[in-house]
């Protein structure tokens, strides 16, 4: 069982920059897939960010390529977002999710946990 706690949205103007953490519960953090998710109001959630278990392999989504960097430190049971150039477009609520497996890593619902989700508000 791991439990997922994310922090750090909040409202920010457009081209401002937003830091995302999630912290992870239990000592087996370093075993899960770890991605960010986001849902805007009427949308079904997407794929934003993956990393592996230790860091090797980073994916994106196209429309966040460039803008976003996502990381984690296996010592602190957290990983991160780091968001930068924002636009209005990627307001929405952002998940972060753990998933054992290495097969389907842009998919929500193959991944075994959630957190409650932050809000992001970019303002034109």
């Known amino acids: 069982q791991v439990q997922l706690v994310e922090s750090g949205g909040g409202l920010v103007q457009a081209g401002g920059s937003l830091r995302l953490s999630c912290a992870a519960s239990?000592?087996?953090?370093?075993?899960?897939?770890m991605g960010w998710f986001r849902q805007a109001p009427g949308e079904e959630r997407e794929f934003v960010a993956v990393?592996?278990?230790?860091?090797?392999?980073?994916v994106y989504a196209d429309s966040v390529k460039g803008r976003f960097t996502i990381s984690r430190d296996n010592a602190k049971n957290t990983v991160y977002m780091q968001m930068n150039s924002l636009k209005p477009e990627d307001t929405a609520v952002y998940y972060c999710?753990?998933?054992?497996?290495?097969?389907?890593?842009?998919?929500?619902?193959?991944?075994?946990?959630w957190g409650q989700g932050t809000q992001v508000t970019v303002s034109s």
């Open positions: 999710a753990a998933k054992p497996g290495d097969y389907g890593l842009g998919d929500a619902p193959r991944y075994d946990y």
């Open positions: 990393i592996s278990r230790y860091g090797g392999r980073l």
């Open positions: 239990g000592r087996t953090f370093s075993t899960y897939n």
